[in-house]
């Protein structure tokens, strides 16, 4: 049952992008640790520049690989996953991580090969 299109992907690397670098703000992550509110931001802005770099449609420059970029969202997902249990985030920074870990890796697990 795998849904997931490489265009409703692209489509989706924007705003999931952007919400990496405003959430933190919104929710006021980083009680527990300082990293949890830094790390969701770079990883906004590397999935930012990730998105406009890969060869899909709502990439810019499409010098990397669809492929790749699968890859480098898997990695991050679980990144995301284990951070909490390495970083010692606690509370609502925990919860956020998991949560984005666990949908990276259902769309990453969802995606319709073409």
Known sequence: MKFITKRI??????????????????????DSNPLAFKLSIFT??????????????????????????LIVDFLVAVVFIIAPFLLGF??????????NGAAVLAVVSLHKSE
């Open 9 to 30: 992907h692209a489509y989706l690397d924007y705003p999931v992008a952007i919400a990496l670098m405003v959430l933190p703000y919104v929710l006021g992550l980083g």
């Open 90 to 99: 606690k509370g609502i920074d925990a919860i956020y991580y998991w949560a």
């Open 44 to 69: 906004g802005i590397a999935a930012l520049v990730l998105t406009i770099l890969t060869d899909h449609q709502t990439g810019i420059i499409k010098v990397v690989s669809y492929k790749l970029h």
